[in-house]
């Protein structure tokens, strides 16, 4: 029974009845259940993608700058912003340069940003009107930025979008999501992400789905609450991503002479956990690699060391990713009571003997990635998501490739799947009565 939009009683036809509902629908055997909880999202750039230039499955180069001239026609002028490329599935094994993209451009602004987005490549007239990218770290002359760089690019970028164009990306975005039967998205915003106005734009735009915004800022915590954030976490990140190379590890990467980049170490993360717990705000952090996490984890047990260990599991700090994480990592998660936002369809897409982790990392470190049952056995609370545009919005892909994990007996039941995508998500942001019929 339905009261006022809230589902308030579920039980045998029988009884229905007698309770003399105003109004019966007949489903016809169809199954009811809660709804879906994307618990990270990035919901302009997702909108920009399916509104604009998506390069996701593009098989070549040539094809990509092909898709930049005809975005680049259309736009007349204006920039073009797109994202989804992997040269590691194109037959030159490059991503394109600054020099391409001028030509295929004619000269414009344009900013694509590599599957991972964390990393991207920028035309000359982008790089030009953000000067200041050439001496962070991570900027490279032909077009190609990682870490600080990008950071800086991809604001200059998204400052050429329009409140207008904005508006409309945000609206495709949640309209995607409330076709797919998905009710609630977690925002991951922060300052090197996509800026103030966007996050407050999208969390005061008006339409059904509800948006949990996060706000991803070191000692953020007031700055995140002003903006209407429940967190001071989502993307703050430890590290970067195993596709650009930025993910920080603790051991070499098998295809480059790096370990990645730390961009939080231990003390800066014990800070921040220390704050938000005082102040009773959800932390979180980005950590993919198996060095962030362990500044996660030791950032954990000092900031325990402060408040107490109950005050940490009271407040349910997040993890985003948590792709490589080692088993000691895996305790120290359960003990303090962390969530681990994940995205399976990573490991759909970039897992097994042949794909993308296995190039970075060696088949026997890739087949430790994404260790869900692992993590669930040691009573660590999933709560599943897409990163979208990084993969897309797609609840039931989802559950398909947290299911049917790349390594055997790594994956989750059907029904931890589904919680995890439905009443964890909730959970997750500390949303204990959602997620659940009756």
Do not use: K
Not at 124 to 131: R, T, V
């Amino acid at each position: 029974m339905v009261d006022g939009g809230t589902v308030v009683w579920v039980g045998q036809e029988g009884a229905a009845d007698a309770l003399e509902p105003d109004h019966t629908v007949d489903l016809r055997d169809a199954w009811l259940a809660p709804a879906f909880v994307d618990a990270h999202v990035h919901a302009t750039s997702t909108g920009l993608a399916l509104t604009g230039l998506d390069l996701t499955g593009v098989p070549t180069l040539a094809l990509a700058l092909q898709a930049v001239e005809r975005q680049a026609r259309r736009a007349r002028g204006g920039a073009v912003l797109g994202t989804g490329w992997d040269e590691t599935t194109w037959p030159e094994g490059r991503p394109p340069t600054a020099a391409e993209l001028d030509r295929a451009s004619y000269g414009g602004v344009v900013y694509l940003a590599r599957t991972d987005v964390h990393s991207a490549v920028a035309s000359s007239a982008l790089l030009a009107a953000c000067p200041e990218a050439a001496a962070l770290p991570g900027f490279l002359p032909d077009g190609l930025v990682r870490q600080q760089a990008h950071h800086a690019v991809r604001r200059t970028a998204l400052a050429a979008v329009t409140p207008g164009q904005r508006q409309d990306a945000q609206q495709a975005a949640l309209d995607r999501a409330a076709l797919l039967g998905i009710a609630c998205v977690h925002e991951c915003g922060g300052p090197d992400i996509s800026g103030e106005d966007d996050f407050t734009a999208l969390l005061a735009l008006p339409h059904p789905v509800e948006r949990i915004g996060y706000w991803g800022e070191l000692d953020g915590v007031e700055r995140a609450l002003a903006l209407g954030a429940v967190g001071a976490g989502g993307d703050l990140f430890a590290d970067g991503a195993l596709g650009s190379h930025t993910a920080c590890l603790q051991a070499p990467y098998d295809d480059a002479d790096t370990a990645g980049h730390a961009y939080l170490d231990a003390e800066q993360v014990a800070r921040h956990i220390t704050t938000c717990t005082r102040a009773g705000v959800q932390a979180g952090f980005h950590a993919i690699g198996d060095a962030a996490l362990q500044a996660v984890v030791d950032g954990l047990g000092a900031a325990a060391q402060v408040c107490g260990a109950d005050a940490l599991r009271s407040l349910r700090h997040r993890v985003e990713h948590a792709e490589l994480v080692t088993a000691s990592q895996v305790t120290v998660l359960a003990t303090y009571g962390a969530v681990a936002s994940v995205q399976p369809a990573f490991d759909a897409r970039w897992g097994g003997p042949e794909g993308m982790y296995a190039q970075r990392l060696g088949p026997e470190r890739a087949a430790g990635m994404n260790p869900y049952a692992a993590l669930t056995a040691a009573g660590v609370a999933l709560a599943l998501g897409s990163d979208s545009p990084v993969t897309p919005l797609d609840p039931w892909g989802t559950l398909r490739a947290a299911v049917r994990h790349r390594t055997p007996a790594s994956g989750l039941s059907a029904r931890a799947a589904f919680a995890a995508h439905t009443r964890r998500g909730w959970r997750a942001a500390r949303g204990d009565a959602e997620g659940v019929l009756g």
